[in-house]
């Protein structure tokens, strides 16, 4: 099966962001009958204000919006403080309007509940990038100085401490859209620079191949 268009995509993603626009006049009404954010549970918070794009259960339907189920705590608690910069770091309209009204607590603990969340991998459809995918992934590009992807996100795409996320699993799509933003310096969110340097060296091909390989990584060793 081919993958989606690109005109697909972008017009799932604007009916994605045009629902979450009108659920969040609803979220925050919400919010403000209840006194604060910290009145509710964080599950409440959840499903108020995260499901409409990021899934019920932390497995978004949407190929451009991330799954939180499953990710390292520390690394959502970081981008959720970085979308409340307001564009500084990661700039993003709907994410920045909701995390500009979380407190530091509330951060720690909407990240600690989609971490226990289990993931369900994205669904994969083209098996033949596998190849230049897993070799930018596992070695690099050292003659475009772009450094092994499994040395920091894990021979698993499992993911690292804060500043590296899990992959695997991910929608490739969205894997692919936030490389190009790394590239074009519009995400700033990598200590030391180690994506922007990295991107910098990839083209839109490589991009690509190795967004799809690393999303396929949770398959690595399940029943194919």
């Not at 083209?126 to 021979?155: M, W």
Request: aromatic share 6%.
């Amino acid at each position: 099966m081919s993958a989606p268009s690109r005109h697909g995509s972008d017009s799932r993603r604007a009916q994605c962001e045009g629902a979450h626009v009108r659920w969040l006049g609803v979220a925050f009404a919400t919010l403000l009958a209840v006194g604060s954010v910290q009145a509710q549970s964080v599950a409440q918070l959840a499903s108020n204000v995260c499901d409409v794009c990021h899934g019920h259960d932390g497995n978004s339907p949407h190929a451009l919006t991330p799954s939180l189920a499953g990710q390292i705590a520390p690394y959502i608690e970081r981008q959720l403080h970085a979308f409340a910069a307001q564009g500084q770091q990661r700039a993003n309209g709907i994410m920045g309007a909701i995390a500009v009204h979380l407190s530091a607590a509330e951060m720690k603990r909407i990240a600690a509940y989609y971490a226990r969340l289990p993931l369900r991998p994205a669904p994969f459809s083209d098996l033949a990038a596998s190849a230049a995918g897993a070799a930018i992934y596992f070695d690099g590009i050292p003659e475009k100085g772009v450094a092994s992807c499994a040395s920091c996100h894990g021979v698993l795409a499992e993911g690292a401490a804060d500043a590296y996320p899990r992959l695997a699993g991910q929608h490739a799509a969205y894997l692919a859209e936030q490389l190009r933003q790394f590239r074009s310096l519009r995400r700033t969110t990598d200590p030391g620079r180690v994506m922007r340097r990295a991107a910098a060296g990839m083209s839109n091909q490589d991009i690509e191949a190795v967004a799809l390989f690393s999303s396929r990584l949770s398959l690595a060793q399940e029943p194919q």
